[in-house]
């Protein structure tokens, strides 16, 4: 394929693509029939060799070197590929297509400077080479198969190059990708209590040298309103069929988050973890070239943890708390790809609600009401019961429960809104609650208050904790009823006497008049 041909095609699928260093193949370039004659024959005993040249380059319009056997000055940008193999075969003068017998083929492997060399006259007769690249998950497109006459005409067609050097093309496949989830997978968006759970899941892919890839790390840096839940790490290959697999502990390295190493949740797979990770990609059917915008089937590995909500997250009510992650990944050829790093906007977060709320006098607003106390309830039944309030952030073994302060104003919170899949800020993000005042205040001024007879409804949304949204909740004082020894006692005692004669007056008339009938 023609490389215009190859850039004209959808490009590599989000990815930059990485291409060697391209110049015109070196193909076969055999001497005329007067050159073979007089001067113009090659020497026989001058030593030969054939040198293979392989650079990766990003930048394609940097790669300007001419194919016509001689070395060449390579681009400052261009980066040598190592252990590239290339099968080196004799084929026949006189029939190109069909390999000369008489001579054994070779493999030769690129060194650190990404050079391969084939030398010696005695391991090099005078002839034609057919030189191809050996297949390799990491690369995409391999170089396309080439001759090279030895010696080749040199470029002024009056002499021969007897050291050629080959600097064949290709395209390495795109780095694997980066995505991450909270509570299951496909989901951006959840809501939690502070102090309780979420889960989050990192999902890679895997590259078609997941095996024998050099680098292959995920890094994930906490939020400070985030508590890393120990030892609560696993990964997963997944096949393209969706078909889950729990790896091995032992095939992969966990650095938790700590303050010492700047709150880091780091994964390194080992060998072991790359080889048994590469199992899930055995049964997938791979495309010639990945283009931009297809779908295909792909191999990945999830990375499940949990994190607390903390007290931190206080000071955002509403807000989202993001949390990202990124991926290190350097293929079999020794070559780092750029990290991957989930996009901003593409991050998942989790989100949590505060209500405010102001206990005052019902006869009279401006007085406010320290003392009382609150819980708080998830549904109206269970407030109504008096039964699975929602337990204190600080302690999960009691009910939580807030006491109005000298302002007559307490709060709650660190309480989830909402349901899965709602961004923090939607307006159809909302949760009621029901709070029940468990002891009225008393003594406030002298004056002692009722308990209210019913739970309140309230909203969690990501405004609720705004002063300017606090819940005012009103207190009736209690009735001044009579005691023993006041004036009104005694009315209540004389008419309760004047009753009792009453009533003994029209006993004694009854019994007069059935005496009378007798």
Known sequence: MKF?????????????????????????????????????????????????????MDDITEAKIRGDGLEQEVPEVAVPLEDVQFKITKVRDDDTSKQDTSWNPVTVTT????????????????????????????????????????PLTNPAGDGWIYDVHVYPKNQLKPEPEID???????????????????????????????????????????DERLDFVSGSTELYRVDPEGNRVKMRTDGYHIDEPSALNG?????TLNDAGKKEAAQSLQEITKPEVYSLGEDYKVATINIEFRTVLNKKAEATLGEAIYNGASLDYTNNLHVKYEQQTIPDDQNPETHTAGINLVKVDSTDKKIVLPGAKFKIYRTESDANKG?????D???????????????????????????????????EAVTYYWLVETQAPQNVNGVDYQLPKKPFRVQADFVSHLEANAVTITNVPKYDLPFTGANGSTTLLIGAGICLIAAGALIVIRIKKSKKAE
Request: a negative charge; hydrophobic letters at 35%.
């Open 387 to 391: 039964v699975n309030a929602i337990k």
């Open 180 to 222: 991450k989830f909270i509570t299951e997978l496909d989901n951006k968006h959840d809501t939690c209590d502070i102090s309780r759970e979420n889960k989050w899941i990192i999902e890679t892919t895997m590259p078609d040298d997941m095996a024998t890839c050099d680098v292959y790390e995920i890094t994930d840096v906490m």
């Open 393 to 427: 952030p600080t302690d999960h073994a009691k009910d939580w429960e807030v006491t109005t302060n000298e302002k007559g104003e307490a709060r709650f919170y660190g309480i989830e809104y909402g349901d899965m899949g709602d961004k923090n800020n939607s307006r």
């Open 4 to 56: 215009n041909e190859l850039l004209s095609q959808k490009k590599i699928k989000k990815a930059a693509v990485a291409f060697l260093l391209t110049t015109a193949m070196v193909f076969t370039v055999l001497p005329s029939v007067s050159a073979a004659q007089g001067k113009g024959i090659p020497n026989p005993t001058v030593d030969r060799s054939i040198t293979i040249h392989k650079y990766r």
């Open 111 to 150: 060194d650190a400077t990404g050079t391969a060399t084939y030398s010696g006259n005695s391991k090099l007769p005078m002839g034609i080479y057919l030189v191809q690249e050996i297949d390799n998950p990491a690369v995409d497109i391999k170089a396309a198969d080439c001759l090279v006459s030895l």
């Open 263 to 267: 709150r880091k949740l780091r994964i």
